[in-house]
């Protein structure tokens, strides 16, 4: 296995940046610095990172295409449904963990995983990761509430990072960064509009593709970073 990818398995970064660690001269192998990111780390080789031995992690990540009526939570105590429920097999849930949250009437693309470190990187507000919205409103909007709500502010900074309007189906596309909770009903009410439909179809850089409503697949690493 090349060595970056050891390095991204054990998690301490991604496979891009490992290249970096490397040539930082950070990393050993069998008590070795190791300067070319060529290198390949053979099955009884021993590789440290500023000088602790790391091992690769079995992480797992799965992406879900989220129904209605589903809670983003491992275990509900109102016994209704919840995304952990959508995969049988239980002892791969037992360990994992949502990535952010979706309302439970709130559908599309919702990531889980057991890798802490990933999570904290697509949640921590100072990442900005992309989110990208399908939003059903009750009423039509006009040029003018379009104009107002692409303006929407918070501490002065403009949230709303692209806008787009089907008339015919009076559907939104919102493209944000923001990791406020509950941001998109937030803006919408503001505004005196009641949101019907509100379904995420892309985060960071995944999207739902063939994924359908209630389906989920396993992604790996790669399909992820670079954050």
């Not at 990393?27 to 021993?46: A, C, G, P, R």
């Not at 091992?55 to 275990?75: A, E, G, M, R, S």
């Not at 309302?103 to 995983?113: A, E, Q, V």
Request: proline residues 2%; contains cysteine; aromatic residues 10%.
């Amino acid at each position: 296995m090349r060595l970056n990818k050891y390095i991204s398995l054990c998690g301490i970064t991604s496979r891009r940046k490992a290249d970096n660690l490397i040539l930082q001269e950070k990393i050993k192998i069998n008590d070795k610095i190791i300067n070319n990111f060529n290198s390949i780390v053979k099955k009884n080789d021993k590789v440290s990172y500023c000088n602790r031995i790391i091992y690769p992690n079995q992480y797992v990540y799965i992406l879900i295409n989220k129904p209605k009526n589903c809670i983003v939570t491992n275990i509900d105590d109102k016994s209704r449904n919840t995304i952990m429920d959508l995969i049988k097999d239980k002892e791969i849930t037992n360990n994992l963990h949502a990535v952010g949250r979706l309302d439970r009437n709130t559908t599309g693309l919702i990531l889980l995983t057991n890798n802490g470190n990933l999570t904290y990187n697509l949640t921590h507000p100072s990442k900005n990761i992309l989110k990208i919205y399908s939003v059903k409103l009750n009423n039509i909007c006009n040029e003018y509430d379009i104009n107002k709500i692409k303006q929407y502010k918070i501490n002065n900074r403009i949230i709303i990072d692209k806008l787009q309007y089907d008339r015919f189906k009076n559907e939104f596309t919102v493209t944000i960064h923001s990791g406020q909770n509950r941001i998109i009903h937030r803006i919408f009410n503001y505004f005196g509009f009641k949101i019907l439909k509100l379904d995420r179809i892309q985060y960071h850089n995944l999207n739902k593709q063939s994924l359908k409503r209630g389906q989920w697949k396993y992604i790996s690493y790669n399909d992820i970073y670079p954050i």
